[in-house]
């Protein structure tokens, strides 16, 4: 199984730009949030869903919009990026119940 | 504002030194997880704890939540290079499987 994957794993863009970071999971995980992690602030909940066609916000969800259409697949959309976005984000699924959080490998994004 | 502090923030040890991570916060959860993260890669499950009180042990490792589930605490018995990594902590609140994490421990063990 593959798990959770991002892809791209690396990006760089300039200011007002926008992109759409994906992510994918092959483990029927009902729940996926996207989070970002910047130094010495561990890991910031963006957004999250409970299931295809429910998202609601996290701690840190201005800039960012996401959508989920299917099970298997939550993409983070960024509208208009700002050096304030610049971070590693990472995707994660799980199923109902005490198992945690299986992560993406993660992308690095560079806003300049 | 984090909803939960770790600390230290950073630690460096010698080979075979006990230490203790400490997860705190003012808020109550549902259950809380610890998690190991390598550079370049995502955070690994360690344990999950779920009832206040609960102690559960990993070969060197042993968690506790605290009484009135607001805190936790991860004890290294003999560290080793092996367990070098970011340690963090995440609590559920209201059963949601929302997961906030906190500030994250760097330990570092020196052979």
């Known amino acids: 199984n593959a798990g959770v994957t991002q892809t791209p794993k690396f990006q760089v863009l300039k200011t007002g730009q926008s992109m759409t970071l994906q992510c994918a999971q092959d483990m029927n995980h009902e729940y996926m949030s996207w989070y970002r992690q910047d130094p010495g602030m561990g890991l910031r909940l963006i957004h999250y869903s409970v299931g295809a066609g429910i998202t609601d916000q996290g701690e840190v969800p201005n800039g960012y919009n996401v959508s989920r259409s299917t099970t298997e697949d939550f993409p983070l959309r960024l509208l208009s990026a700002a050096p304030s976005q610049t971070s590693v984000y990472f995707c994660?699924?799980?199923?109902?119940?005490?198992?945690?959080?299986?992560f993406g490998s993660g992308t690095r994004l560079t806003v300049v | 504002t984090q909803l939960l502090e770790q600390s230290p923030q950073f630690l460096s040890i010698q080979e075979g030194e006990n230490l203790t991570v400490y997860c705190n916060s003012s808020?109550?959860?549902?259950?809380l997880q610890w998690y190991r993260q390598e550079p370049g890669e995502g955070p690994v499950l360690l344990v999950t704890v779920v009832t206040g009180g609960e102690v559960k042990k990993l070969k060197r490792l042993t968690f506790q939540f605290g009484d009135a589930r607001k805190d936790s605490s991860l004890h290294i018995t003999a560290a080793q290079p092996g367990d070098t990594g970011l340690y963090l902590c995440?609590?559920?609140?209201?059963?949601?499987?929302?997961?906030?994490f906190g500030t994250g421990t760097s330990l570092t063990v020196i052979p």
């Open positions: 995440a609590g559920e609140m209201n059963t949601g499987n929302q997961f906030y």
């Open positions: 994660a699924s799980t199923r109902t119940g005490n198992y945690g959080y299986t």
């Open positions: 808020s109550v959860f549902s259950s």
